[in-house]
């Protein structure tokens, strides 16, 4: 078992839980330690705890049970993302009472991924699955933010960044984290929202109008020799060209 938290007794009685770095990287699908162990250490204390959470995300079966355990929690259970809160790891950030993120931090939403092997029956029930384990996530989401699961899956399917003022203003996040007595209404961070899709089509738009795809010439006879290669057209030709693979 690699442990990816920690936890600390304060002084003031208070606790802080450490989650840093891949959730689970070996899965809690099939582990029954790994999870009773957590579990146990959470509930070995009483009281507010504070949870300080830098992750790219991992295991979305043991992201869902520390959720779950930390909603089920009687005290007031403070999120601080003072890094990255990506994929899974944006979901357990869900289960604070209050969420504050760092202005330097970002928070990244998209759709459940998996690996499958097998036949074309097969492949149909691993789509079956992440299509469940995604409105599972929404449910999670919606439940904090009050948006609809229409517009939080079109942030999952665009695969969105956000900064920490756009986690704000879409319900993500309750607050910045940011000295006393400054507040959030004082900062000049800019809201900031980023799709990897979005930018690729939008380049690729602007690719075409200025340049259209001019009609394919036809073949020359076989009996003369042929063409010399030339150099593209353009020279954002060989660009456009490898970003047309990924239009969506």
Known sequence: MKKFWNWVRNEDGTRTLTIDGVIAEESWFDDDVTPKTFREQLNA??????IFLNSPGGDCVAASQIYTMLIEYKGNVTVKIDGIAASAASVIAMA???VLMAPTSMMFVHNPLTVAIGDSEEMQKAIAMLDEIKESIISAYELKTGMSRLKIS?????ET???AKKAIELGFVDGMLIREPERVSDLTVNSYQFSRKAVT????NKLEHMHPVKPAIAEKPPDE????PTEPRYPTEPL?????????
């Open 96 to 98: 604070g009472t209050k």
């Open 45 to 50: 204390g009483t009281g507010d705890i504070v």
């Open 201 to 204: 089509n939008s380049l690729l």
């Open 161 to 163: 960044w956000m900064n």
């Open 154 to 158: 079109n942030l999952m399917d665009a």
């Open 225 to 228: 020799p042929p063409a010399e």
């Open 240 to 248: 456009f060209q490898r970003l047309n693979l990924l239009k969506v």
